[in-house]
Each structure stands twice: as structure tokens, then as C-alpha cells.
């Protein structure tokens, strides 16, 4: 092999080594397959210590361009081939740097967020993301808060603010929680840029390597990017339209030692299903027990639309064992990002030392909009307004699919939230279904997305808020075809295709 | 030891001994110094397997309750005393859930953060923080940037927004970035929630347990904060007024692997110090050598106020090795809460996923605010007046310690930024020098606060950038007085102290 070591340049030698191998193999002068000196050779022959030539190989075989089997010898990978010559813009000059050498290893499937941006296609009718209604948002209303925010607040908007959050919004969110049930001081209030960065913060102030914690599976996907990883154990729990199944956690937590029970027990996302309150009772109950406590993502809570207001499980839990997360995404200003997090002192401490870690504090203009909305009742208006909105849609949709779907699907239709949870024969695969439905330019969620363990393939996620009427019909129809068209050729092609067909989901 | 097992109770063995020895130890029950059965024999008494004992008091060492020592026994450790009686808020329930033992184990160093609290006061001469002039703040730009914003874009910006950032915005840093001497694709930018969100996204994407980072030392303590772990290896670089300093840099970089260097070569934080050309050159064509890319913070670069312009590291640098990092914060909207990343494309497309994972997107409000001040103009007849003032005020600053400090006290005025950097005598200790300040209410940031290693104690930083001109000669009067008391006092009582007193900062 033609390695040639400069000692005068002051560029380590297994650098040197490193660098004219990848080279060779990059340029295609050693090719997929080929096989390398055994280390012990090369460094003979260059007259270095074999672990320099060990460590230059190892680089190699982590950038995934050689690998090694034991007995046979070190080969270059077919990997390899697919690096070569390295996409240019044209005109640009020659990256000299290999970048995916400096990228630590991870798993990722990016489906969902594929699936996100063709949804997002002119033209498309998606029933993909749980975004809210545009035919809602009123940009005055929006606009005049602002405006009388600036006026009254002037520059500190724009001026560093403070860790734990808005003052003023502090407040406001204190009146608000205590009104559905939460009664809390402030200083057991962090302001955060919303849901997904106050479960990272999470991660942050209470997660160890070695950890384990238990998710709702499926739940939503945003929750385990955050927590998967290596040092992490993610342990699912099954959901039931009562929720959580909670003999199932009942046994995981009897054979496995738990940091975080994490759990979403109003419209959970992306089944719709919720918690009756009997259940919410045992659930704090079992958290009591084993001194485990639930981090409870209420963020769809505040859309019901129909039936009796559950309250929160912070609300029924008196002794601080529930971290509570809620944001205003949902119910209509996700583009400001803000949320808040409700725990005890100790643990709001930690979370805020995170906080100021990941970004120092939340943007004020966006906290002072909010608050302002709050304050002039503006936002409790919103909401009730939202809500008639998507009782309205939930309805079309529920026509739209009776007409449209064949029986053998069954729909679950919940008091609230943005989604409803269709759940189709067994031998239906969701995933192929939205390969047809693209072509028809309409898109859902398959149910597999949902899942970070024991995937289910026969379900759906339809998210209607965000479609005007005239498309939650259009779109209905063309899944409906689809079914259709699914079942005839079942029955004709499958005779035995049918017979899981009404499986229940738990 | 008085520990009773309940089979029938759905709660873990260890568990119940665990919480029961917790228990006692917290209400007085077991005292500091008192000796634990060892675990074999309490096994034996129980019935249990010695593991379960075992497990209890992993669990107990862990929450810093007992401590074992080989060849004597486990005993109860005088933590246990202080946390015994937690603080209880008047009227509320007791917890029953022990937070501490949930927390992972961090140290942290917190007098950074108690100096800005106690900075913050009414009626404190601050000269700790480095925050921009209120004085400068135009509330009714922001008002109208606002609202010509809202009535243009309408309800769009209180939606979810692009992960990469608000399109508006990045066009707009574009035109600016190439101003500046950095051609720069639009995919090539990545917006955050300022650049401490930055570093944090660089952490997540491009370090892996185990790698070692090259930071200045000094530096600015949100960069450590972030990258302080068991699991990565901080490497400390000198700071000259000349910037890093590159020989030591070298050698660092021949003896370690290492991922990435960090620097900050325009008015570096704390010191203000500004590499010049000819060493920014040198810096890319080692990190060129080594292959290892330059994260490059330019917060300040924007606030020069006299002198030539620099060209940045990534001005100089089509090879695309430096991962360029801004904001709006320094030059006058940290509230907003809006920075940017710029990198070559595969680092864009790792940041992204991560800053996905970390809060969604930047929040949309404060982009387009942003986007619109710019591309009115305003933003840089905002720059250059904010420059004008700095450049004001440090006159002043120049002025009142001319007039004030005693000869023996160096200090560097940058030509641009927020602070000067002051070196007393070898013998004078900062901190002690901050109490005294404090006591007459004013403050500063001790040198050794922005250390992450071989902290120097006999050097502090100067922010007078938010400070109204007389209160710069205020805070400057009353540091002076101290500064000549101390000086008094060395003469008089310490003969040998003043040996060391111009001994220069490299």
C-alpha cells in the first residue's frame, strides 16, 4: 500500500496514515472489497508503532469506509462506493474536510418528517400534520396585541428577559392554572419555546445515562427523538381508549427500575384517546407507590369540544408528584413558541439551570403577545371559538368517512383535540395505503410512525383541524376509494384476508 | 435495624428497605457517623437476597445519604444532616416524592449567575453584564417593524415555521452575510434561538461522548455550560491580546484528538482581545492541517467602533472548515432571541435535525421583526448609531479610570465590543475586590468566573455599555477608591506584594 509518512510535518502520523487510505479509497484506487495490510505490516513498514497504524484504521472503520472481520482481515466497504465523488455546487470550492467522520452515529427514520414535507405540497389535502385552522387565526387580533404590548412595555421586550419566563405571563399562566384545578406560586412556573423543548429540557435535569423511562407507545414521535438514544432505556406501555394500560405499567414498573413516567391523558397523540378519571386516580396511585414521577403533556387538553371536562392528573395530585407541560401550539400560536412546565420547586430549579443552558430564556415579544391575548380574555374567546370550529369539522368528518368508508374500518372519534384514530383490517398495511393515496395527492400518518417499539401497521392518524370543509369531504372520499378498493380485492384475491378484520386495538 | 418487608405490597423490595433507611435517616432516627448493617446480615434477617440489600443501598450511596468504606462499613454521612426538614412552603402538602435523589449528579459552579442577580438590584452600578444600552432602544421601530410584519404576513407568523428558519429572514442574512465576505447559500444557514442555542445544537450534532473541544480559557461560560460533561474533554487554550494563542494551540492539537476548536476572534469574551489577520490565517491553515473545523462566535464582530474591519474566519475559509455562529443579541435584541448558523450543507442538515429535536423552530414573530428592521435599512442606521454610543461610552470609561485607578492597574480597551479587561497587581485577588463593591453597590465580573481551568484570579471585566454616563464615572470613582485602598494597604502592611504588579496577562 502507498503510505508515505512526512515526520517534519506537524500533522500527527496516524493522521497522515488516516487521511492518504481514506484519499485511496475515496478517489476509487482502492475499491469495495479490496483488502488492507494487516496493521502489523503496514506500521513494520513504515517503521511506526502499530497502534498508530491501529488508530488510523479504526478512524477509518468508524467513518464506515473499512471494516474488519475477525480472521480474514481488514476490506474496504461497499459503503465506500457510495462516497465517492461527493455531490459539488457547482462553482464551490472542494470541501476538504469529511464530514461524516466528525457525525456521532445515529439511528434515525425520518418518515415522518418526509412525509410532513410532501404533505406540505400545493395542492396536497393532508390529513398528516396536527396543525391548526388558518381560516381561525385572525392576524388583527394578533397585531393590536403586539402593538399595545411595544407601547406599554416598550424596549424590554427586545432586552435580555428573564430564565424562568414574562413575568406578567407567569402570572396570567398562575390564574389560568388555578382555575382548571392546578393551584401553584410562580416559582413553580418555567416559561419554555414550547412542548418539545421542555421534554428536552426534561431529558436534561432529570435523565442519566443508564436510565430508564417509560413512554405511552404509540405516542408522539417528538417525545422519544428526544430520549432516544444509546444511554437511554425507552419502555413502552399500550394505549387503550381508557388510556394508558395500566397493568402493563403496573408489571413494567415492578420489574424495571423507572426515572420518568411520561403520559398524555387528554386527546393523546396520536390515538385521540382519553383517560376517564377513575383511571387518572389509579395512575397517580401506582406513581405514588413506586415514587415515580409522571411528566403529563396536557397541550390538547383545552380542545375539548364536547362531553365533561376531566381535570389534569396535576390537578389531582396534591403531593408534586406530576410534572405538567402545556403550551399555546395547539389551541393557535405554535409560530410563537411558547409553553410552560409546572413542578415542584427543586425540579424547576433544575430545569431552569437547563433552560439557561439551551438558550438562556424564551423570546418576550412572543410571551408578552400571549399574555396580552390572555389578559383582555382575547385568548379564553380563541379557544372557545377553535373549539366550535373543530366540533364542526370533526362532524363533516364523520359523515364524510360514513359514507365513504367501507364497515370493516373502524373510526374512533374522541370529544377533542385535532385527530381522529381509524383502524383498519389486519391485513391492511397503512404505509401502502398513503403510497396510493400520494398518488391521489392526499396524505395521512400510517400508525407504524407512532410506534418506538412493536409497530402497528393497520392504523391511522387523520388530522382534520387544519383543512376547510369542502376537503376533509374530498379527501374522505379518495381514502374511502382506496379502502374500497383494498377490500374488493381482498375478497376476491384474499379469502382469508378478512377474518382479523375487527380486531379491537388493545 | 428496624426494617419490615410486605410481600403483599405491589412495591419492589428494595424499594421498601430503601425508602424505610431514607426515612429514618431523614428524621433524625439514624444520625451522621452511625454504622448500617452490612448487607449480608440485614439479608439474612429479611429473608432476602443480599442483591436486594444491595440495591437499597446503591440507591441510598447514590442520593448521598451513606457512604461506604471498604473494610469498615456503610455509614451515614453528614449530608444526611443538612437534608433533613426540606423547606416546606407554609400551608402547602408535604412531598412525598425525594427529588434529590432524581437529579443527576452535576457540579456547578453558579457565581456567575448570583453576580447578575445581585447586579440586577435597584440602585447597583452594574458593570457585570454585558447587556446593550435601553437608552438606544427605539420601541416605536420595533412597533412599526411589528405591525408592518403582522398586516403583511398575517396569521402565517403565529404558525409553525420552517425548522432552517423563516425564508424572509434567510434571504435577508444572505445578502448581509455576503457583505460581509461570505458567499452562502440559503441552505447553508440555519436560524436558532440565539447562539447559545447554537453551541447547544453543535454539541448535540457533532460531539460524541468521549471527544475532547479546544475552547479559549477564558471564554464566555454559556460555551463550557454547554459542553461540561463527565463525557467530553474540555481543552484549554491561553488568550493573548493577539487572540488565541497558536503555538500552545498547536501542541494541543499534536498531543490530543481533537473534534473542534472553538474561538471568538473579534472582541473575544471576556477579554475583548482581536486576533488580526495575519493570525486568523495561521489559525485556519492548523486547523486545514489537522482537519478539524473552527466554530467561530462572532457576536461582537458587528460592534467595532474604531479600527479597520477583519475579515472573519469564514471569510477566509472556502474550504468550508469553520462553522460560523451570530446573532442579534449584542447589537441590540437579545429578547427576540434570533441567531444564526452558517456551515457547510451536511452540518446544516445534522443541526437541523437536532434543532428540531431541541424546540421545532425558531419562533416566527421575532424572524420576521428582524427581517423587516433589515430590510428597511434600519437595522444597520441601528448598528451604526449603537456603535457611535459604545464608542462613547468607552471614552468616558477611558476617561474616569484615567482619572481614578491607580498606575499600577492595566487595563485594555478594545476597539469595539462591550467591555474592557482590567489587570490589577499579582497580589490583588478580584472577587475579594467584588465584595468590597458590592457593599457600595456596584459590581463587575471577576476574571476568574469565565476560567474553566488555572483560573487567574487578579484580572476583571468591565461591561459599560448599558451604563448611563454617569454612573461609568461613578462606578469608576468607586472602583478606583477601592483600587487605591488595596494599594495602600500593600504598601504598607505586604512590602513584597507589589513585585509582581505588572506581570502581563499572557
Not at 467522520?101 to 390529513?127: C, N, W, Y
Not at 405511552?216 to 413502552?236: A, D, H, I, K, Q
Not at 415579544?365 to 379557544?383: N, S
Amino acid at each position: 500500500m502507498l503510505v508515505t509518512l512526512d515526520g517534519n510535518l506537524r500533522k500527527p502520523l496516524y493522521m497522515q496514515i488516516r487521511d492518504q487510505i481514506r484519499g485511496r479509497i475515496l478517489s476509487g484506487g482502492l475499491k469495495s472489497g479490496d483488502r488492507l495490510e494487516p496493521s502489523r505490516e503496514l506500521a513494520h513498514q513504515l517503521g511506526v508503532h502499530r497502534t498508530t497504524v491501529g488508530n488510523a484504521y479504526a478512524d477509518l472503520e468508524s467513518e464506515g469506509l473499512i471494516q474488519g472481520t475477525v480472521g480474514r482481515g481488514t476490506f474496504v466497504t461497499p459503503l465506500a462506493e457510495t462516497m465517492r465523488a461527493p455531490r459539488k455546487a457547482p462553482g464551490r470550492p472542494t470541501q476538504d474536510i469529511f464530514w461524516e467522520s466528525f457525525f456521532p452515529k445515529e439511528a434515525r427514520d425520518d418518515s415522518l418528517g418526509r412525509l410532513m414535507a410532501s404533505s406540505a405540497e400545493e395542492g396536497v389535502i393532508s390529513f398528516a400534520a396536527a396543525h391548526g385552522s388558518e381560516e381561525l387565526t385572525s392576524p388583527d387580533l394578533i397585531r393590536r396585541a403586539a402593538d399595545a404590548v411595544l407601547r406599554r412595555e416598550g424596549g424590554r421586550l427586545v432586552q435580555y428577559g428573564s430564565t424562568a419566563g414574562y413575568h406578567p405571563l407567569k402570572a396570567y399562566l398562575q390564574i389560568r392554572l388555578r382555575r382548571d384545578g392546578i393551584p401553584v406560586e410562580l416559582d413553580e412556573i418555567l416559561v419554555t419555546h414550547g412542548c418539545q423543548q421542555s421534554l428536552d429540557l426534561l431529558r436534561r435535569a432529570l435523565v442519566s445515562p443508564g436510565d430508564s423511562v417509560v413512554c405511552e407507545n404509540p405516542t408522539y414521535t417528538g417525545l422519544w427523538n428526544v430520549f432516544e438514544s444509546p444511554s437511554v432505556r425507552l419502555l413502552g406501555v399500550p394505549v387503550t381508549p381508557e388510556g394508558m394500560d395500566l397493568d402493563a405499567l403496573e408489571s413494567l414498573l415492578e420489574q424495571n427500575r423507572v426515572k420518568l413516567i411520561f403520559s398524555s391523558p387528554s386527546f393523546q397523540n396520536p390515538t385521540g384517546f382519553t383517560m376517564p378519571l377513575a383511571v387518572r386516580q389509579r395512575l397517580l396511585e401506582i406513581a405514588r407507590r413506586f415514587q415515580i414521577p409522571i411528566v403529563e403533556d396536557d397541550v390538547y387538553g383545552a380542545l375539548r369540544c364536547r362531553g365533561r371536562q376531566i381535570p389534569p392528573l396535576k390537578a389531582l395530585d396534591p403531593a408534586g408528584l406530576v410534572i405538567y407541560l402545556n403550551s399555546f401550539s395547539k389551541v393557535g400560536f405554535p409560530g410563537l413558541r411558547v409553553g410552560w412546565i409546572v413542578a415542584s420547586r427543586p425540579v424547576i430549579e433544575r430545569l431552569q439551570w437547563a433552560k439557561q443552558r439551551a438558550d438562556l430564556h424564551t423570546n418576550v415579544l412572543g410571551q408578552a403577545v400571549v399574555q396580552e391575548l390572555g389578559a383582555r380574555g382575547l385568548l379564553d374567546k380563541w379557544i372557545r371559538k377553535t373549539c366550535r370550529v373543530y366540533a364542526h369539522k370533526q362532524d363533516v368528518l364523520r359523515c364524510a368517512l360514513a359514507r365513504h368508508f367501507p364497515p370493516e374500518v373502524r373510526v374512533f372519534y374522541p370529544e377533542g383535540g385535532m385527530s381522529v384514530w381509524v383502524e383498519l383490517p389486519a391485513f391492511m398495511d397503512a404505509e401502502e395505503l398513503l403510497v396510493k393515496a400520494r398518488e391521489r395527492r392526499m396524505t395521512f400518518a400510517p400508525a407504524r410512525y407512532f410506534y418506538f417499539q412493536n409497530p402497528r401497521h393497520n392504523a391511522l392518524r387523520l388530522c382534520y383541524t387544519a383543512l376547510p370543509d369542502e376537503k376533509i369531504e374530498k379527501g374522505a372520499a379518495i381514502l374511502g376509494d382506496l379502502l374500497r378498493a383494498e377490500m374488493r380485492r381482498a375478497r376476491k384475491g384474499r379469502p382469508g384476508a378478512l377474518a382479523g378484520a375487527s380486531v379491537a386495538l388493545v
